[in-house]
């Protein structure tokens, strides 16, 4: 395995002020997987192997998330394979559909020289993320590999050639399902801050038909349906999305449809359906599509295989072929502007629902959500709401998170307690930026020249006021 070495004028670590000051905060909370995965990482980039092992070896707690995880295994590949392979494989448990897991493994099973398992995991890693494949390995392949017996046809593609064991039809499945897997909605509306506006559609359009069928059967119009949520990253469609299911008390599923596309070319329009037939089970249910621009993004590309999903959404949503009833799909987007044309005609999604950037009492709110629990000082949350023009719900939690930081440095560099105040939240802010002002630019110029059909009238509104 080729590994990049360190600088010779000493340890680029030690010459980096930015990783210095991680390094810092690391001692102080040594339990913060955040800062030690990135340590970690940079370790590896770097070829500090003696670092990241310290790194390891040096943790309280185990790491959890994939990144922190595939890191994990990089490191102890370096030592002993079999160590990493177990890593790899519980990680896999939880998500059999990880290619960089699959990937990793292959390296390590290459180095051990079994060249045949190698193949296979490489082959399962290429078969889940064909951006996976390098020339190294694909060389490798070739000048190791026997060549095909004669009476077998020559593969055609890097997918039919290792379509391999490795990746059954049954894991696929179970990745969809783990992936779907129902759970209890920990929020309800009481955890958003400000948005009232679009709580209030959600009311009439979803609670209310969830908690009181008669009256709305009685003028012809049940529980069920479509609301497609636009607008910048961060400001809760998630959020908003998993409190609606937390307030009728229904299943929450959700699914981001790049998974859908990325993982299982081909067999997406089978797990598209599979999704909402497991939905349909578990009603009242509230099926969330994350990314819904992604499903058609590739329509007009040649070779695109995703444009029969449009078709496969629709007619799941339309309900010919089986019952909605209780089955509401909220989807959502931050590129309004790439969802494809079928989905944003009238009448597919029976509501188009823009989320803004939180406006002062909302951020106000949300600030007091994310302060909950935290010991601090008597705050001035309109003056911090007035301070945060165009920031979003993630980039208010992002403060707090931060200032937080703050508050727990002080707290073990003096051993007193400590706790946040408007000082610390105040110079946070100000060394941040608000992330949603790209995005409304951007959407500035669909709202002024694209919107013939209506449908960005509620941006329209927004950016006027
Ligand atoms: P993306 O488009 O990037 O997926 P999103 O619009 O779905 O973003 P969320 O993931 O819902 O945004 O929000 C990110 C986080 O910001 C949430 O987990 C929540 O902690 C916080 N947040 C955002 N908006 C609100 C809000 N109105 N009230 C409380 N918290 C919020």
Redesign the pocket.
Known sequence: MSQPTPNSHGSPRQNDPAIRLLEKALLAAPEDWETRGYLLRHSIAVGDWARARALLTAAPCPATTEDDLLAQAKVEAEEDGDVAIRTLTALLERNKACAQAYLQWAEVLRGQGRHEEARKKYGAATLLNETLSTPDWEAWLTNTMPAPLPSVPPPKTAQTEYSVEAVTAEEIQAAVRDATEPAVPPITFK?????TEVIERIRMNIIYPFKNPGVFQKFNRAAGGGILLY?P???????IARATAGECRATFLSIAITDVLSKWTGESERHLHDLFETARRQAPAVLFI?EIDAIGMNRHDAGSSSSPLVNVLLTEMDGIAADNTNLMVLA?T?SPWRVDNALRRPGRFDRVLF?PP?DAV?RAA?LE?SLRGMPHESLDLQKLAKQTDRF???DL?AVVTRAAEQAILTEMQTGRESRLTQRMLTETIALMRPSTTEWLETARNYASYANRSGFYDELAAYLDR
Do not use: E, L, Q, Y
């Open positions: 955890d958003i801050g400000g948005m607008g990253p961060g400001c809760g469609k998630t959020h994350d959502a931050n989320v939180p909302g949300i959500i979003s719900g993630a939690r």
